[in-house]
Each structure stands twice: as structure tokens, then as C-alpha cells.
């Protein structure tokens, strides 16, 4: 089984719909982050978690918001999709803390979200 | 906030080729640095990583790059290509001094590897 685990894996919805995203780790990292990928520009940042109770905007995000269930899990949701929300959808992890912390983020196999 | 440069969006060679894929990064004095690789239809996989000590890192399947601090630079090199080293290509940093920040990727390098 893989390590982060994305739901679904596709999704085709309409606009205006709410969606919801869903991540969970076995890695038992502290660490969880929701990345947006679109073609020719890379991987950015809509929230980041370091723990339950400490989330983050990143860069991108507005239209967004995400819960933070358990160390375990991270959900993303589209409060009312639009078709530019239109990407491929990547749950990380990550190590936390000083001392453990490099950077490096281990990747769900992605969620392919299209809003018609 | 951190920046990453990746300066060709598409690479192609081909197969048996030597290539590089060129990363820089905006100034910071602590910095680690990652490139990661992504098939078709797949999830990013890590490929090397800068964290400290030498300035040159590999990967298991041939590729290296090397750290260049005074040039901001972390380019991927691989001295022969195969067909299946077909894939993007994604540079990353982070800035390591206070720890509280995400992974900063680039817009990704398409390395198509032909025959």
C-alpha cells in the first residue's frame, strides 16, 4: 500500500459543485501539504499543515480550504469549483521539527480534478 | 520568499546523449536543494538531494548535480541518456534556517529522450 494515499483519483463535477480532496499517510510525519499542478507551472502551494492545529496559507489560496482531521489526514476542499481550479491536485508529507527537518516531501500519486 | 529557475521548459536528446538540466535559485545562505522526477501519469519521486557536505550528489541510476552556491546553481546532469529516463524534471529548495517554510519547485524541465 502506498505511504500517502489520495481520494479520488479522478474527478469530473460542474461548477459551483463542492468538492472535497482527501489524504491520508502512514509515514507518520507531522507535516502535510497541498500542492496544484498546471502545465508549465510546476508545483505551488495552496496549504500547508505542520500539525492539527498549526495550518497555513501557501501561495494559492483562495478558493481553497483544508481540515486537518488527525495527524494522519489532511482534506482540501472547493468551497464552489470554477473551471480554473482545473489541475492535478498533490497531497506531501514531510518530517517536522528541528533537527528532523529537510524539506523533503514524500507525494500521493495525485488527484486529477476537471470542472466543466 | 524563496524563488527556483528552471530555464528550458522542454530537453530533447537523444538516446546515449549526455544532458543537463539547469536549476537556480534565489540567494539564501541556508539552503537544501532537491530535484525530483515525475513519469507520465505519476505522483514526484525524489531523485537526489543537497543537504550538506559535498557538493556533489548522485542518484542511484546515473544521474549528479552539484551545488553551486557562488552561482546560485543546482543543475542535473546525466553523461548518457536511456529512453526510459523520459520524464519531467523538478527542482526544489528549501530554506532550512527557521524551518517553517514549504518546498519552493520550479516550472519543471520535459526531458524527452528519442531514439
Known amino acids: 500500500d502506498a505511504d500517502v494515499t489520495q481520494t479520488p483519483r479522478n474527478r469530473i463535477t460542474k461548477t459551483g459543485k463542492r468538492i472535497m480532496l482527501e489524504c491520508s499517510q502512514t509515514k507518520g510525519h507531522d507535516r502535510m501539504y497541498w500542492y496544484r499542478q498546471d502545465p508549465g507551472l510546476g508545483l505551488r502551494l495552496i496549504y500547508y499543515?505542520?500539525?492539527?492545529?498549526?495550518?497555513n496559507k501557501g501561495e494559492i489560496s483562495d478558493g481553497y480550504s483544508v481540515s486537518r482531521q488527525a495527524q494522519a489526514k489532511f482534506s482540501l476542499s472547493l468551497e464552489s469549483a470554477i473551471p480554473n481550479q482545473t489541475a492535478l491536485y498533490f497531497c506531501a508529507t514531510s518530517e517536522g521539527g528541528r533537527g528532523l527537518y529537510t524539506g523533503e516531501l514524500f507525494f500521493g500519486e495525485g488527484s486529477r480534478l476537471t470542472v466543466l | 520568499a524563496q524563488s527556483v529557475t528552471q530555464l528550458d521548459s522542454q530537453v530533447p536528446v537523444f538516446e546515449e546523449a549526455p544532458v543537463e538540466l539547469r536549476c537556480n535559485y534565489s540567494?539564501?545562505?541556508?539552503?537544501?536543494l532537491f530535484w525530483y522526477v515525475q513519469y507520465p501519469n505519476q505522483g514526484l519521486q525524489l531523485l537526489l538531494k543537497y543537504l550538506s557536505g559535498s557538493t556533489l550528489v548522485e542518484s542511484i541510476n546515473g544521474f549528479e548535480a552539484e551545488f553551486n552556491k557562488s552561482q546560485t546553481s543546482f543543475h542535473l546532469r546525466k553523461p548518457s541518456v536511456h529512453i526510459s529516463n523520459t520524464a519531467e524534471y523538478f527542482c526544489?529548495?528549501?530554506?532550512?534556517?527557521?524551518?517553517?517554510?514549504?518546498?519552493?519547485f520550479g516550472s519543471g524541465t520535459r526531458l524527452q529522450v528519442q531514439p
Open positions: 526544489a529548495v528549501s530554506d532550512h534556517r527557521t524551518g517553517r517554510r514549504a518546498l519552493t
Open positions: 499543515s505542520f500539525d492539527v492545529k498549526d495550518i
Open positions: 540567494s539564501s545562505v541556508s539552503v537544501y
